[in-house]
Structures are given as structure tokens and as C-alpha cells.
């Protein structure tokens, strides 16, 4: 991302959006970048990644439990499974990520939980191949 300004916002952003997502993501996604898509990863990198994960209020695994429950909210899918990755790198177990979407069937819908069951039990399986 040669384009990108380089300040500290953005290189904050960078470190934990690779703590966070890994590596291999995050390089695939700058890999892919754009005219059109330039700007937005600059956005993500400095106002997702750069302000709002490294607040001090919240650790990165409730981080994590809420948005893997605002995906689910949203039917955000390709985000969901993106973020259960990010989960397990958060510190989050199976365990916890069944609870995070037991508990979004309350307040998102059974449907969408049941729908996110689908998409974790996927993820968990990827996961289990490459361990």
C-alpha cells in the first residue's frame, strides 16, 4: 500500500489488523488493492484498526464477541467467518463462540444463529484441517 500515508494512526492500525486478522489476510487484501479500493483500506487501516481496536475500554477478545454479534445482526457472512478467525487470535475458544451466537439468537433471531452455527462449524472445520 505504497500510496498510503504512513502515519501512526495507520501503522497502529497495521499492527493490530495483523495481530488480529493474521498475516496472510491482511496481505491478500493489500495485495488486492485498487484505485477504487485504495482509500477504503487506508479508512479501515487507520479508523477500524488504528482508533477503535486499540481503545484502551474494551480488551480485543470482547472486541471480537461483539463483532462476530453485529455480523450475525447484519448477515454479514463473509465478515463473520473472516472474524472467527480474528476470534482465535483474540483468545476466544469454540466454546465461546458458541455462546457468542447462542446469545445473538436471542437479540439477532434464531435464524441468523442458526445460520451462523453453519458458517462457524465451517470455519472450525478449515481450522482443524491446517492444525
Request: aromatic content about 8%; hydrophobic content about 45%; glycine content about 6%.
Amino acid at each position: 500500500m505504497s500510496d498510503a500515508p504512513k502515519n501512526k494512526t495507520y501503522e497502529r492500525g497495521m499492527k493490530v489488523r495483523r495481530a488480529v486478522l493474521g498475516d496472510a489476510h491482511v496481505d491478500r487484501a493489500t495485495a488486492g488493492i485498487t484505485d477504487l479500493t485504495r482509500e477504503f483500506q487506508d479508512l479501515i487501516t487507520r479508523y477500524a484498526w488504528g482508533e477503535i481496536w486499540t481503545r484502551p475500554g474494551l480488551d480485543r477478545k470482547t472486541r471480537s464477541c461483539m463483532v462476530l454479534s453485529s455480523m450475525i445482526a447484519l448477515s454479514h457472512w463473509d465478515e463473520f467467518r473472516m472474524h472467527v478467525n480474528a476470534a482465535f487470535n483474540n483468545g476466544l475458544t469454540e466454546a465461546e463462540i458458541k455462546e457468542v451466537i447462542l446469545q445473538s439468537a436471542i437479540y439477532c433471531g434464531v435464524p441468523a444463529a442458526n445460520h451462523a452455527l453453519k458458517e462457524a462449524a465451517a470455519v472450525f472445520a478449515e481450522r482443524a484441517k491446517k492444525a
